[in-house]
Nanobody, 121 residues
């Protein structure tokens, strides 16, 4: 599976951005998908995941109620809608994929390149 993230950019605090992650390869619908981010000087952290069987979503506490993860299996794409953005959301955002629900949040098998999100105050 190859992943290509896009949609990053500059937003003002309180604004919105939508990230997309297009996957190539077969059986996209059978992969759990996730978004992670890494701010300068910090470790990469989990943001959100969506399961491939149940579609169950999970979010980091820091983004609950503001971010929404979704997927379109027909388009082999996963999205991250980010609303009410804060300066602390500034980071390089990565999408990831894993068949195993036990590891999608901690050590995903496949990673895309990052897309930069910058939120100004």
């Amino acid at each position: 599976v190859q992943l290509q993230a896009s949609g990053g950019g500059l937003a003002q605090a309180g604004g919105s951005l939508r990230l997309s992650c297009a996957a190539s390869g077969r059986a996209f619908s059978m992969y759990n998908m996730g978004w992670f981010r890494q701010a300068p000087g910090k470790e990469r952290e989990f943001v959100a995941t969506i399961g491939w069987i149940t579609g169950i979503v999970d979010y980091a506490d820091s983004v609950k109620g503001r971010f929404t993860i979704s997927r379109d299996n027909a388009k082999n794409t996963v999205y991250l809608q980010m609303n009410s953005l804060k300066p602390e959301d500034t980071a390089l955002y990565y999408c990831a994929a894993d068949r195993d629900t036990r590891t999608i949040k901690t050590s995903p098998q496949y990673w895309g390149q990052g897309t930069q999100v910058t939120v100004s105050s």
